[in-house]
């Protein structure tokens, strides 16, 4: 469990899957939501492309969250009005009690 000072929400967004031409696919018309609570979302890293103007920007974030949460890698996630991706495995830290035992994961917004 993640300490009660972590109290922001997330909502996972998950896509269904379908069948196509023998390939199973992401279907994002079919997503189901979830949010997520409580988390701690962090700032982790920026970067900027330029070649005499703006070429594209990536935001990633660290986040927080109990280690039952149901996140996994390909997710979307929706924070503060933009949607991330999961671009990592779930990482748990598991505590010597087991009190405060939660897992992190890594969320990037690529735009441009």
Known sequence: MIPSFCNQSITRIRPSTKNV???TI???TNATKL????VSVQPSA????IN???????DSYIVYCNADADVKVG???????????VDEDIRTWHS?????????FTM???EG
């Open 75 to 85: 997710d979307r996630i929706l924070f503060e009005s933009n949607v991330f991706t």
């Open 26 to 28: 992401n279907d994002w």
């Open 35 to 38: 949010i997520i609570s409580p």
């Open 21 to 23: 031409r023998g390939t």
């Open 108 to 110: 990037i917004r690529y």
């Open 46 to 49: 920026s970067s900027i492309d």
């Open 52 to 58: 005499g103007r703006i070429l594209g920007v990536t």
């Open 96 to 104: 010597p009690t087991g009190a405060i035992t939660h897992s992190q």
